[in-house]
């Protein structure tokens, strides 16, 4: 894979004018590098530097990492040899050490070296053209952001395992909170929204994740807001929100599912979710190859208002999704790129509830293609869930096939409970968690 991408990247920086790329962002330098390394985002002192020159004899892409960060990368790069590491052993931390060992190494580097001026500190760039006075240096921003939009087929496979292991998390945490909710003990409080959460993570892991992103559970008098710590126990009755992000060989699934618990369902919130999912569709059958990201703002802005539906992702209603958990493209009011096939977006249509409720089903991810595929089953009505994998196999989660009600199904042996019901955005109705067995 990476030396496709590393093929594609070599072509756009000839157009460029560019002899070498100097990458300090974590997420184009794992795009070209390959290494995913954890929390370097997150970590500012952490640095990374990677050098691009197409056209060597030997690995195109030299990684200047500090020792801890060198290991594991290394270990990935065996499997793919398309980049070496050098372990940069020294006790201070941050960029100038890194540049300080590039200029070693390539003394006569020279001419025009593409930088990513969005995504790297201004005292990088500083140290960059205080120990290069002979280069001249280029945003490369705008070149990778366009060749990371339309993903390869290798990216678009891992972003697809990272949303099945999404659900693999989010299916086995219902579980555990049903049986809770099945017992006394749940109602003189017994199962927490952070315990909530975690559940989702555990699974999620379980089933092969690497790491995770964003995790939010929101209920009861919170559900109204986007991210929000909350404590306290999950409600015998109501609405519950799970936003949830993990991570599969350096590519990010992304999604938001709404539970109803109890009996009987509020036919109000009933119709607030359809109508959110009629708002959602809209989106879908406009995401196609041709069609602009502003464009399909426009029409589920123009058609919320039309309906009288609170909307409250009016600045946005969808993102693109693969390095980075949130990336372009973004369909918004200011975005004017044209989809095109093999783009992977994340739908995040977000509208409120009779008492202010935050209605959202982002994700799993779409797939624009000339067919208008779909990545996940999730997009086509009146389809299931994956089937949760059981425990002693949780290599593979197929799709069940259409039966003509989308049931979200379980490992064998588990229960189900009258009355726990999982909305999902396959048809906007309660979906019932008795677990369907293959035919």
């Known amino acids: 894979m990476q030396a496709s991408i590393q093929s594609r990247l070599a072509g756009a920086m000839r157009e460029q ?49 500090y020792p801890d960060l060198a290991q594991p990368a290394e270990a990935q790069l065996a499997k793919e040899p398309s980049a070496v590491c050098v372990a940069v052993a020294e006790d201070a931390v941050g960029a100038d050490c890194l540049i300080r060992r590039l ?50 087929p290798e990216e678009i496979d891992r972003i697809e395992m990272a949303c099945r292991q999404v659900d693999t998390g989010i299916i086995g945490a219902i579980n555990h909170m049903e049986g809770a909710h099945s017992g006394s003990a ?6 927490t929204v952070p315990e909530f959460i975690e559940r989702v993570r555990i699974h ?63 036919p109000r919130v009933r119709s607030a979710c359809a109508d959110n999912l009629s708002l959602k569709m809209l989106a879908l059958d406009m995401l196609r190859p041709g069609v602009a990201c502003s464009d399909i703002h426009g029409a589920v802005v123009k058609e919320a208002a039309k309906r009288g539906i609170p909307l409250s992702s009016a600045s946005g209603i969808g993102h693109g999704v693969g390095r980075g958990e949130i990336e372009g493209p973004y369909l918004a009011a ?22 202010g409720e935050l209605l959202r089903w982002a994700a799993p991810p779409e797939l624009a293609s000339e067919l208008g595929h779909a990545l996940h089953d999730h997009r086509v009505p009146q389809r299931p869930l ?33 009355g726990f019901r999982l909305l999902m955005p396959g048809n906007g109705k309660p979906l019932p968690t008795e677990a369907k067995r293959r035919p």
């Not at 002899?19 to 590098?33: C, K, M, T």
């Not at 003394?107 to 990088?124: E, I, K, M, R, W």
């Not at 892991?205 to 939010?216: D, F, K, L, R």
């Not at 559970?217 to 009755?237: D, H, K």
Request: glycine letters at 12%; aromatic letters at 8%.
């Open 386 to 418: 994956r089937e949760h994998a059981p425990v002693e196999d949780r290599t593979a989660i197929p799709a069940l096939p259409a039966t003509g009600k989308g049931t979200a199904t379980r490992p064998p042996g588990r229960a189900g409970m009258a």
């Open 103 to 152: 200029k070693e190494s390539r003394p006569d580097l020279d001419g025009v070296v593409g930088v990513d001026f969005s995504q790297t500190a201004a005292s990088v760039f500083d140290a960059l053209r205080a120990a290069f006075p002979g280069c001249s240096f280029k945003d490369a921003g705008p070149m990778l952001r366009g060749l990371r939009l339309v993903k390869l």
């Open 204 to 266: 999620a892991y379980e089933g092969g994740t690497s790491m995770s992103g964003n995790m939010a559970a929101v209920a009861g008098e919170a559900i109204g807001a986007n991210y929000m710590p909350q404590r306290g126990f999950l409600p015998s009755e109501g609405l519950c929100r799970i936003e949830y992000a993990c991570c599969h060989g350096g590519y990010w699934g992304v999604t938001a599912r709404m539970i109803h618990i109890g009996e009987d369902m509020d």
């Open 17 to 65: 004018g560019m002899r070498s790329l100097l990458l300090a962002d974590p997420e184009n330098f794992g795009y070209v590098a390959g290494p995913m390394l954890p929390y370097v985002k997150q970590t500012p002192d952490r640095a990374v530097l990677a050098l691009f020159e197409p056209g060597t004899d030997e690995a195109a892409c030299t990684c200047w990492l």
């Open 186 to 191: 749940y109602r003189k409080g017994f199962y």
């Open 334 to 355: 200011d975005d004017p790129t044209v989809l095109c096939e093999n783009m992977v977006i994340a739908l995040d249509v977000a509208t409120l509830g009779p008492e």
